[in-house]
C-alpha cells in the first residue's frame, strides 16, 4: 500500500467520525517516525528534554522500514536508557495508526510488568489532547 492510498482510506475513515480536540498539527504531516517522536514527546515525558541524536535517528530510521515491510526481522542492542522501549513499544504503534488506523499490534515482553507500562503509555498517547 503506499502513502496516498493510507492517506484515502484514513480520510474516508475520519470524515464520519467527530474528533473530541483538533491537534495543533494535523498528524497526517508526520511521514516519518522522527518528526511524530519529536512531538509527541512532550506528552509521555513532560519536563524532560528531547535529545535527538545520531543513536535515535538510527533506531527510527530502522523502525520506518520495519513498518514499510523493507525488513522483517530488527534486533536493536542498545544500552539500557537509550529509549528503545519507548520508540519500539509506544511510538511506532501510535504512529503506525495515524495512517493505518485498522493494524492490531500485540505487545510482549519477557515481563507482564513492561508489557503492561508501555500498553497504558500508548493508550496514554492516543487518548491524549495533542493526538
Known sequence: MTAQDADRRLRKLEKGRPR???????LERYR?????????WHVLEPGREFKRGPLIEAITEHL???????????????????????LVSVFLPAWQWTTEPH???IGWSHNFGLS??????????VESEWF
Open 103 to 105: 493494524l492490531r499490534i
Open 20 to 26: 473530541l480536540c483538533e491537534p495543533p498539527e494535523p
Open 64 to 86: 520506518e522500514a520495519l513498518a514499510a515491510g523493507q525488513i522483517k526481522k530488527l534486533l536493536i542492542n542498545v544500552p539500557p536508557g537509550c529509549a528503545k522501549s519507548l
Open 116 to 125: 503492561m507500562r508501555d500498553s497504558r503509555r500508548t493508550k496514554l498517547l
Open 32 to 40: 516519518r517516525l522522527l518528526p511524530f517522536v519529536e512531538a509527541a
